[in-house]
Structure formats: C-alpha cells, structure tokens
C-alpha cells in the first residue's frame, strides 16, 4: 500500500471503532423500540397506541445506519492489508467490493435513512397519526421505492465505467470513458501495488456519484427544513423547540458538510493520508447525523410517552383512582382533536379530584411533548 503510515492506521482504526459503536447504539435502539412495542401490547396501553403505532419505521430507520455503519467498512484500507479481512480477496474482488460500496453506501443505505427520517417527520404533523400494520408496510415500502432513482442512478454510474469489465489488467487510462473525463469521474477503485501487502483495489467515490449525491442531498435539506419549520409552529415548549432546532441544524449543516468533503477526496489518491483524512471527516459528519436522528425521531419520542404515561398513572393512585379508568377516560389529552382534547382532559381530571392547573403545571415541568411521536399538543 503507497505511503502507509500511522496517520492512515489510526484513521482505519478511529473509523471501525466508530461503526461498531454505531451497530452497539443501533441495536440499543432497536431494542428500546421493541420494549416499548411489547410493553403497549402486553399490558393494553391503548393511551400510548399512537405513540407506538410507528415502531416498524422506527426500526427501519435504525437499520438503514447500521448497514450504512457496516458499508463503510468495506472501503477501508486497513482491512486489506496483510492479516485482515479482505487482504485474503484477489484484486478482481476487490474492486467488486468497492463498487458494492460506492453503490450501495452512498445510493441505497445512506437515501434510504434520509428519506426514512424525513417519513417520520412528516407523520408527526398528521392530525391522525395512528399507523396499523397496513400502513407500516406501506410506509416501508414508500421508503424503499423512494430510494430507488437514486440507488438506480448510482448503479448506472458504476456499470457504465469504462473499467467495469476487465480481463486480466486494469488500466486507469480506461477511466473517464476512454479518457474523454478525467479518470476521477467514473473510477471506484486504484490500482495499488505493495511488498508487504501484494496487490490491493483501494476505494474511492467517482465524481459523477457525488454529483448525484449532492442533487439528492439538496432536495432533501430543503424538504426537511420545511417540515421542521411547520413542527416548530406546533411546538409547545422550549424543549421540543430546542429538539427541533437541533435536528434541523445537525441535517442543514452536516450533510452538505459531508457531501464537500466526499467531493474534494476524489481529486486525492485513495491510501494517502489527506485522501483518508477527507473521508473520514465526511464519514464523520454522517455518523453524527445518524446519531443525532435516531436520539430525537426514535429514543426521546418513546421516553416522553413513558415518562408522561407513568406521571398519570402515578398521581392517579395517589388519589386512588383506578389507573385504567382514568386513563380511559382521559385518552382526550393524547387525541388528535385540537379542539376537543383540552376540554375533556379536564373533565376528566376534575372528576377525579385533581385540579386542571395542577395538571397543566405538572405537566410542564415534564415538558408534556410527546416529540415526532405524533402530533404535537396545543396550548391550552
């Protein structure tokens, strides 16, 4: 491998540490999502139904990052290098493995988290917001679908190559189609020859897929800032704002950020320091976007549900009321009824002898928001 040195380990290193952190925080995700499906059906939470209605997207929005975690391995060096994984792979391989990544990575793993988020976010806005299995599978299946232009664009790119066939020598000269582009548009891979680690295929992005990147990126953050603009007017406290905020700064900032930085490594030589430093900062920028996503649209939304329904069931057997009962009676508070949902939550509260304001206030100081769950509650 050309100019291997610490700095390119480390960066190896940093990057596999960090994608299975990625795949440990996924699987903590998916777990907590089951948990909280399990525990609405088992023991009849109908007051938290809406709030679970879209576990199935949830889960499939964890699962879109940790492929995407998993697909970035694929293109580091350190594991084709003598004694890890890939090294075992012929060259040929290799460069299948790379163009796998180029594809999927960038045109299936990483559209189909966005577009997923972006599901979840729209849903929260609906005025009824409750999902059954059909339309979990009908939201699964927009998702996937929606990914397709892109993934079928990228696809396109890489067997399109003038490199995508060769026999028994590849020959960069190829690339660029013949040498009319430079060989940094369409090539997925370099040749790299080395003593100690034989001969490598080292992963790079072609141009014209970043471009397709950038497209897809642009229509994106414009769409998401839209929504995120109208949750901010349904937003209730200044917690849920701060989430919001948040979320929209993470995607508006470090998308793009990602998108400039796979750009610029595709003028830089793959197995060179500046070339791993640059995809690194880029792969980086989209674990945190990952991250963040799933803290707001999968972790917070299910904590607040159960935070506010264990409040309710609490005070209510302070009083001596039968949980159920009540909760029954003031399923009103988490109804998708702007107007109605005030008016009998209170009723239903004095009935039980606990005081409207008394409530109002407890549940702001719990920050009563039930965040990208369903819709927002008004102030009352």
């Known amino acids: 491998m050309p100019s291997t040195g610490a700095a390119i380990d480390v960066v190896g290193v940093v990057t596999l540490t960090l994608a299975l952190l990625l795949c440990l925080a996924g699987a903590f995700c998916v777990a907590y999502v089951l948990y909280f499906h399990h525990k609405v059906g088992k023991e009849r939470r109908l007051v938290l139904r809406d709030f679970d209605s879209p576990w199935v997207v949830r889960i499939v929005l964890v699962g879109f990052s940790i492929s995407w975690g998993l697909c970035e391995l694929l293109r580091l060096p350190l594991l084709r290098r003598k004694g890890w994984l890939l090294h075992g792979l012929d060259f040929a391989w290799q460069a299948n493995l790379c163009r796998f990544h180029v594809v999927s990575s960038i045109g ?11 599901f979840l976010v729209h849903w929260s806005l609906h005025s009824r917001p409750y999902f059954s299995r059909i339309l979990n599978c009908r939201a699964l299946t927009i998702s996937v679908i929606s990914c397709l232009p892109l993934f079928l664009l990228q696809l396109l790119v890489v067997v399109t190559s003038s490199s995508f066939q060769f026999q028994k020598a590849y020959n960069e000269t190829n690339e660029g189609y013949g040498g009319i582009l430079p060989s940094y548009f369409t090539r997925s891979f370099v040749e790299a020859d080395n003593e100690t680690d034989g001969h490598l295929a080292l992963c790079t992005y072609p141009f014209f897929s970043v471009l397709l990147l950038a497209l897809f990126g642009l229509v994106f953050v414009v769409l998401f800032c839209y929504l995120g603009l109208r949750m901010l007017h349904l937003a209730i406290n200044r917690q849920l704002r701060t989430r919001i905020y ?95 949902a005030p008016q009998v939550a209170r009723q239903s509260f004095l009935g039980s002898h606990i005081s409207s304001s008394e409530i109002d206030s407890e549940l702001s100081n719990k920050e009563f928001a039930l965040t990208f769950g369903r819709k927002l509650l008004p102030r009352v």
């Open 108 to 118: 299936f793993w990483e559209a189909g988290f966005f577009l997923t988020a972006l």
């Open 246 to 340: 948040v979320l929209l700064l993470v995607v508006g900032v470090f998308l793009p950020v990602h998108v400039l930085f796979l750009g610029i490594s595709v003028r830089s030589k793959p197995g060179k320091p500046v070339h791993e430093i640059l995809r690194f900062i880029g792969f980086l920028t989209l674990l945190l976007c990952t991250l963040v996503g799933e803290w707001i649209l999968v972790v917070l939304p299910i904590g607040d549900a159960l935070a506010v329904h264990f409040l309710f069931e609490n005070r209510l057997q302070s009083y001596g009321t039968s949980p159920l009962e009540t909760l029954g009676s003031s399923m009103a508070v988490f109804s998708s009824d702007d107007e109605v």
